[in-house]
């Protein structure tokens, strides 16, 4: 596959990019030619132990010796757009090649799954899953997609061109690029942020959604009047609904965004339609999807007429049609009809699940507020705050009040209460399943889930009448120990096993890989989230209910993604598996999801890799000896990650070393950089700029710290050839230490080893590039491969090609990090200090983008 890769990826991108450094560029130097021999001068540079500022200044003095320091910076601006266009290019030519390098019918995909069952004469058992099972891909409004919308179009337009061979096309498309602003001037809003994603849920989950349940209902000749379960493939939404540390996103937002949702999905439909008119022109029949175009448009477009209030009744014309074309057509064009039908039965008139979310304190503060206004009417009030935990709980659950009917000083409280009445607003307008999801961030106990359930009771009607999943989210390491006690306190609360019952008897639990990481590290942060799957489950199940597990996945491994499905092709019957729901952000969504072939391979993994297992009983068990080993793995990689996060060089070097105050700068998202203002506290700091800097460095530690210190530590235990077993036999253990691979293969510390002089930080570098060299030799011990990602060539090619092609740009900006950290640079004025800045900004999108999971 590797000869694959590069016939079809790497000679592709060398001869396109001939082109590419030819694109006429005004200025006095020709950037094309001259970022060849950059990008060169860095690889020999390093290679003699140069650093960054010595590789730049070396190339001037060889190259342009006669520039001045305006010009110097002129071509050092110049070098950034042609690699962020580079970066685009390969982008688009492994896109256009997707179904060359991987196997489209191969494993985890529905044609595999479908052919082993028939192969195995298990349809029976594989249709008894399809009933009730879901997966629920979930998309965020974390900001790491770096490219503004014109960007996304040309790099569509450009994929296609390339697929197609249009050299002409090409060449002009790659110039379009070249003076196309890759910066959006201003923070986009999180109403931006939507609209974003829309282009992705219309151009790409309409089609392919659908396509996937037809060819499962094909492959098992089930009819459409037979299939039932139109929520196996679910989109979730977060952009207008996540408020946690996002002041900009308000009740208001939340409208605008489902009305968008709606609005959007509606056009779709409408254009369906419109398709429709044109085939089914058949007497008895055109009339009714003529009068079904009609009544689309309104909700489409705006304007007046008759429309529909409810998705099923357009479903009753469209059965209507299709009884009339089955007895007096022949069932002409009902293939089509049915795929219609099918899109409706899907999406209903919402699109996309909006979930809202906010931080439990915020709940905690809003109550208070309420508290103090009820005391004076409510004797059992006035010592609220020293009633036990479950006397708070039932002395909230008998309130019987209108929260909007209390007058509050502070603005905040007002809001908190619009934004819940905003979901029965929704509700009504997109249908019930347009948004009936509540997170709870730093969930710390039955009481904050109480305060949601209470306040949403109070404001959206009575408990009978509640549609609304109450979902907390456990994060941090001490909170998902504690998890299965907060769960199990919930279910003792006679109102609330009540609620579930009515709600399906599922509870949602949300699982957060994002603070878990960057409080505990990366092997104890992913065994504590399974340690807590297998407790949940196992407490559900005892009380008559079934957990359905919510993980909030990033892109990158230190933020739980990288080969996502392997984990949970890897889980046993110890953790409960009726559903996968996973959340998907900002480059994730783009380059995995971004285009129909790419997004239905990826949905199509992640349907098998929660089926098969089930259906074909490949139970990845942990036997209790393999339980202690990964116990004692995570416990020692949690002691050398705590370390390094308490070594009193830890905040301040990603303060003032790494790119961390930049990223509030890029423009890129609506949301703050931290959950508070003032100086900077670890815990307050957010985990995409957290793990976005050391992505910048090329130092990733998030992804991969402590793991060489606890491999090295077992060894030394002499359990060295248990933990190469345990690779054979786990695939969890083995996806664990191949994401953290990929962390490391796209880690580059030549470029920061200048550091290991400095007088302030010099040992702290050495200490993480200790461990970084001893992750690396003993996952390749354990693992048995004589190179990382040996075992995923496509992938390690890849991630070679494309950190070769942004070396240009990591010299630059620690070039510019260097400069503005010199105290005796007598060069250094404010006009220059201001460029450097610019540098090191301008420097972080196409180091971001070439990673595509870097943050």
Not at 331 to 338: E, Q, T
Not at 357 to 365: E, G, L, N
Not at 557 to 584: C, M, W
Request: hydrophobic share 40%; with cysteine.
């Amino acid at each position: 596959m590797a000869s694959e890769f590069n016939k079809t990826v790497s000679t592709r991108y060398h001869m396109y990019n001939s082109l590419f450094l030819n694109l006429p560029y005004s200025g006095i130097y020709r950037t094309g030619t001259l970022l060849p021999l950059l990008q060169q001068a860095c690889e020999t540079g390093y290679e003699k132990g140069r650093d960054p500022r010595m590789i730049i200044r070396k190339f001037f003095s060889d190259f342009t010796p006669q520039a001045s320091r305006e010009e110097q910076f002129d071509l050092l601006f110049n070098f950034i757009q042609y690699v962020e266009r580079q970066v685009v290019l390969f982008d688009s030519i492994e896109d256009a090649a997707f179904d060359e390098i991987n196997n489209l019918n191969g494993k985890g995909t529905v044609s595999a799954l479908l052919l082993r069952a028939n192969s195995e004469g298990l349809e029976e058992e594989l249709k008894k899953k399809l009933e009730d099972f879901s997966v629920r891909i979930v998309l965020t409004a974390h900001p790491t997609q770096f490219y503004p919308g014109s960007v996304l179009a040309i790099i569509n337009d450009l994929e296609q061109t390339i697929r197609e061979n249009k050299l002409d096309d090409i060449n002009l498309l790659l110039r379009q690029l070249g003076k196309t602003a890759f910066i959006n001037k201003e923070k986009p809003s999180p109403f931006d942020e939507a609209v974003s994603l829309c282009w992705f849920l219309e151009n790409v989950f309409y089609p392919v959604i659908p396509e996937i349940i037809q060819k499962l209902m094909s492959g098992l000749n089930i009819k459409l009047e037979e299939w039932n379960n139109f929520d196996l493939i679910k989109i979730g939404f977060w952009p207008g609904g996540d408020r946690d540390g996002n002041p900009f996103v308000t009740h208001e937002i939340t409208l605008k965004v489902a009305q968008r949702l709606q609005e959007t999905l509606l056009k779709c439909y409408h254009r369906d339609l419109r398709f429709l008119k044109r085939r089914l022109t058949f007497k008895g029949v055109d009339h009714i999807i003529s009068r079904a175009e009609t009544k689309v448009y309104p909700i489409a477009f705006g304007g007046y007429g008759e429309i529909y209030h409810h998705p099923d009744e357009l479903l009753n014309d469209l059965f209507e049609a299709r009884d009339v074309l089955i007895n007096d057509h022949r069932g002409l064009f009902l293939d089509v009809l049915d795929a219609f039908i099918l899109k409706v039965k899907i999406f209903g008139f919402y699109f996309a699940s909006m979930d809202i979310r906010q931080d439990s304190r915020k709940h905690a503060y809003a109550w208070e507020a309420c508290i103090e206004k009820l005391q004076s009417k409510n004797k059992k009030l006035k010592n609220f705050d020293k009633l036990t935990e479950q006397e708070k709980i039932d002395t909230l659950l008998s309130l019987n009040f209108k929260p909007a009917s209390l007058k509050f000083e502070d603005s905040f409280v007002t809001e908190l209460i619009e934004s819940i009445d905003v979901i029965g607003q929704i509700q009504e307008q997109n249908g019930v399943e347009g948004c009936q999801r509540y997170v709870i961030s730093n969930c710390q106990s039955a009481l904050d889930v109480i305060r949601v359930f209470q306040l949403a009771n109070l404001i959206l009607g009575k408990e009978e009448d509640l549609k609304l999943d109450i979902v907390p989210l456990f994060e941090t390491i001490e909170d998902l120990a504690n998890s299965s006690s907060v769960i199990k306190a919930l279910y003792n609360i006679p109102a609330y096993r009540e609620h579930l019952k009515r709600r399906g008897n599922k509870q949602i639990i949300m699982l957060g890989f994002s603070d878990g990481t960057k409080d505990g590290g990366y092997l104890r942060a992913n065994w504590s989230i399974f340690q807590a799957k297998e407790n949940l489950t196992r407490i559900t199940r005892e009380e008559g209910f079934t957990a359905v597990f919510f993980d909030g996945r990033g892109g990158p491994p230190a933020r739980g993604g990288g080969n996502t499905h392997d984990f949970y092709a890897s889980l046993g019957d110890t953790i409960e598996d009726k559903e996968v729901q996973i959340t998907i952000q900002g480059q994730t969504i783009s380059s995995n999801f971004g285009k129909p072939v790419s997004c239905g391979y990826n949905l199509e993994q992640l349907l098998s890799a929660g089926i098969e297992n089930s259906v074909f009983k490949n139970i990845d068990t942990f036997e209790a000896n393999e339980k202690a080993l990964m116990d004692m793995l995570a416990e020692e990689g949690h002691k050398a990650y705590l370390d390094l996060k308490q070594h009193p060089k830890f905040v301040p070097y990603l303060e003032k070393i790494t790119p961390l105050a930049f990223f509030g700068d890029t423009n890129i998202g609506s949301r703050p950089v931290k959950r508070s203002s003032g100086s900077l506290k670890f815990e307050d700091l957010r985990a995409i700029p957290f793990v976005g800097s050391w992505a910048q460095m090329k130092q990733n530690i998030p992804g991969f710290y402590g793991v060489g210190t606890a491999i090295r530590e077992l060894k030394r235990q002499g359990k060295l050839r248990e933990l190469k077993a345990l690779f054979k036999q786990s695939l969890f253990f083995r996806t664990l230490l191949s994401n953290s691979m990929m962390s490391l293969t796209k880690c580059y510390y030549p470029a920061t080893a200048y550091l290991s002089k400095d007088k302030e930080f010099g040992e702290f570098w050495k200490k993480m590039y200790a461990e970084f060299k001893l992750s690396r030799e003993m996952i390749l011990e354990v693992s048995g491969l004589s190179e990382l990602m040996e075992s995923t060539p496509v992938n390690r090619d890849s991630v070679k090609l494309r950190e070769r092609i942004v070396l240009p740009l990591i010299t630059i900006q620690q070039f510019a990090l260097q400069q503005l950290r010199d105290p005796d640079d007598k060069d250094k004025d404010k006009a220059f200090e201001k460029q450097y800045r610019k540098l090191v900004m301008r420097c972080m999108f196409g180091i971001i983008n070439a990673a595509r999971n870097s943050a």
